[in-house]
């Protein structure tokens, strides 16, 4: 016995139900939070590559522009954000060292690295980068 | 009288409703129960127009898989007492049309995979005369754990792009041109590079990454997609460089 009470429907044909994407529907759960975290944290990336890209056209455009450069980078306000910046960097930073094995399968002689140990090259190789330049920043010139 | 939990399922019978509903059953509860003997439960004892899909109950047909308490699953491989005290919340797959109650449509799925030609592609065949190609462990090894997809689509429930670009390849079907990409047999990785490399195939995946948390066969897609990039980003460059050289 069909009840046919839904006017759309038409007998033996399918009529598929589409549910609405909630706009919401990344709060659901805890992976996609952080999936949309992440995301959110690319722009702030990009902010930091022009800052420096701000640094060096300071400098190039002389002394006194780089000390003004140099001024507003030392504003309170400039510091608290510039160190909030700095969390989020890290943020995106190491949940991205983290996903690296998965992109980067290394062989040697047949076998295969295992995820553990491309993580640890790439924290390996950020903390030999970020030594050098303390090292650079630190000696004085 | 014996320890019972309450099951809500969605309903959605199309010839009745436009929208779906729910539906409330109490069912004995059984620590060595399945979610899908619950469901089986229901459909003999208290509802026979109660519509879902299940084949082999044990985790190799893929054809049981459903939204249990919002997280993608095979429900022959999910025990009640994992959901206790409930009540359990069962429904359609997410990102599929849903034709009825439970019974999510794969046509699309279907259509997709045909796309990345999921079977062993040659440029040359050589004669009988010459034998079977031969495989070491090690390369068996290269692509086996790509090879125990089921298709159960846990991985495009799970994968919110799939549902919010429907274009999207998706992980599964990615998955399985790495099964074959990474067969030593197998000479037909360029030709569904074609396919993988545009905006629909590997470049729409953003690495959410949940597609390989919810696979009941540690099949990795988010893996076998972020290699891909990786193959492709690697082609593009050699291109460049040696352009002369075979695409
Ligand atoms: S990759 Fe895993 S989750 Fe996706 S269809 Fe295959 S077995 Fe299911
Ligand atoms: S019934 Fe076959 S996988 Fe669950």
Redesign the pocket.
């Given at each position: 016995m069909v009840r046919a009470v839904n006017p759309d429907y038409t007998p033996h044909h399918p009529k598929w139900y589409r549910r609405r994407i909630p706009i919401f529907w990344w709060i659901r759960k805890r992976a996609y939070v952080k999936f949309i975290a992440r995301e959110l944290t690319s722009p702030f990336v990009a902010y930091a590559a022009a800052l420096l890209l701000m640094q060096v056209w300071a400098l190039a455009r002389g002394g006194a522009a780089y000390a003004r450069f140099l001024a507003w980078l030392q504003l309170g306000p400039v510091l608290i954000w510039h160190g909030a910046l700095l969390i989020i960097l890290l943020f995106h930073t190491v949940t991205w060292l983290n996903l690296a094995p998965k992109a980067i399968v290394l062989h040697v002689r047949g076998r295969r690295i295992p995820d553990a140990a491309v993580v640890a090259g790439h924290y390996a190789a950020w903390l030999a980068v970020s030594t050098f330049l303390v090292w650079l920043l630190v000696r004085g010139w | 009288m014996a320890e019972s939990i309450t099951i809500e399922v969605q309903r959605y019978r199309p010839e009745e409703q436009s929208q779906p509903s729910w539906q409330t059953y109490e069912v004995p509860f059984q620590p060595e129960w399945m979610v899908?003997d619950a469901l089986n439960y229901i459909k003999d004892n208290l509802d026979g127009t109660l519509s879902y899909r299940?084949?082999?109950?044990?985790?190799?047909?893929?054809?049981?898989g459903m939204m249990v308490n919002g997280e993608p699953v095979?429900?022959?491989?999910a025990y009640l007492k994992g959901f206790t005290p409930g009540p359990i919340r069962v429904e359609p797959l997410t990102g599929f049309p849903v034709i009825r109650d439970l019974i999510g449509d794969m046509s699309d799925f279907l259509e997709k995979l045909s796309r990345v030609s999921p079977w062993i592609m040659r440029e040359e065949e050589p004669p009988l005369s010459k034998g079977e190609h031969l495989q070491t462990p090690e390369q068996l090894a290269e692509y086996k754990g790509y090879s125990m997809c089921?298709n159960?689509m846990l991985c495009y429930a799970a994968c919110p792009i799939y549902e919010l670009e429907p274009g999207f390849i998706g992980p599964a079907a990615i998955a399985l041109a790495q099964r074959y990409n990474l067969d030593s047999r197998d000479q037909g990785a360029a030709e569904r590079m074609k396919t993988l490399s545009d905006a629909e195939g590997i470049w729409a995946c953003t690495f959410v990454g949940e597609c390989s948390t919810v696979c009941p066969k540690n099949v990795d897609p988010a893996g076998a997609i972020q290699r891909y990039k990786l193959a492709a980003t690697v082609d593009h460059f050699k291109s460049m460089v040696l352009p002369w050289s075979e695409r």
């Open positions: - | 899908l299940w084949s082999c109950r044990m985790g190799v047909c893929g054809s049981c095979l429900t022959c491989a089921i159960c």
